[in-house]
């Protein structure tokens, strides 16, 4: 167990419908990524924040994604009008960054299915 | 041409054996590189990481990275069954950015 949390572990909606997943870093850890993973693959990259400034997102990123860390704390993704080709492990990790070699530590993941 | 690249294996070796996971890439700005151990239907768990040219050794483990030729190594020692898993290499990409890079990951196979 890193210490991060995500929540729900699983997640089965029809296609059309909304979905939103939470994760909650290592408390002292200032930076949050999200990847997204399917089968065979290395995680790919999403988003990440600095506190509650989201610094980068992914150009793959469609319009129907949003992510949000508004206290610097915990964060949400969310995704609009779910599609079968989202389903996908989506991964959360923290880093502290500015102390030594940043490195990242992820939460167990949510494993979306869209029927 | 993919950024980090590696063999998707399986690679397989008998147990006790030492087991070699190699991966490139093609950014030369990326500094700083890690390795993960994934286990199935797992989230990816951080091995060690490596910044500098040369071996960095931790336990059964060590890392190797060589920027002239853009490779990145790990090596396992005394291989077990329990190290039968996905290796996942990620790299920083280049510039002011935090995100990892990652390649597709080799398995491993440790035969007892």
């Known amino acids: 167990d890193t210490g991060v949390s995500q929540d729900p572990r699983h997640k089965i909606t029809k296609r059309g419908q909304n979905v939103t997943f939470r994760c909650d870093p290592i408390s002292e850890h200032n930076r949050l990524y999200w990847y997204r993973q399917t089968l065979g693959q290395g995680p790919e990259f999403l988003t990440y924040f600095q506190n509650e400034a989201q610094l980068e997102k992914s150009r793959l990123l469609s319009d129907r994604f949003s992510a949000e860390r508004p206290k610097g704390s915990f964060s949400t993704l969310e995704i609009q009008r779910t599609e079968q080709g989202d389903s996908a492990m989506y991964l959360c990790?923290?880093?502290?960054?500015?102390?030594?070699?940043?490195?990242?530590?992820f939460g167990p993941g949510t494993r979306l299915l869209v029927l | 041409q993919k950024e980090v690249e590696q063999n998707s294996g399986p690679l397989s070796v008998p147990e006790g054996a030492i087991a070699s996971l190699n991966c490139t890439y093609s950014d030369r700005g990326s500094q700083s590189f890690f390795w993960y151990r994934q286990y199935s239907g797992k989230s990816p768990e951080l091995i060690m990481f490596i910044y500098s040219n040369g071996d960095k050794e931790d336990g059964r483990f060590t890392a190797q990275l060589n920027k002239a030729s853009q490779y990145v190594s790990l090596l396992i020692r005394d291989s077990q069954p329990s190290d039968s898993a996905t290796y996942l290499c990620?790299?920083?990409?280049?510039?002011?950015?935090?995100?990892?890079?990652f390649g597709q990951g080799t398995t491993l196979q440790v035969k007892p």
């Open positions: 990620a790299g920083h990409g280049s510039g002011n950015t935090g995100k990892l890079i």
């Open positions: 990790a923290s880093s502290l960054y500015g102390s030594g070699q940043e490195t990242q530590y």
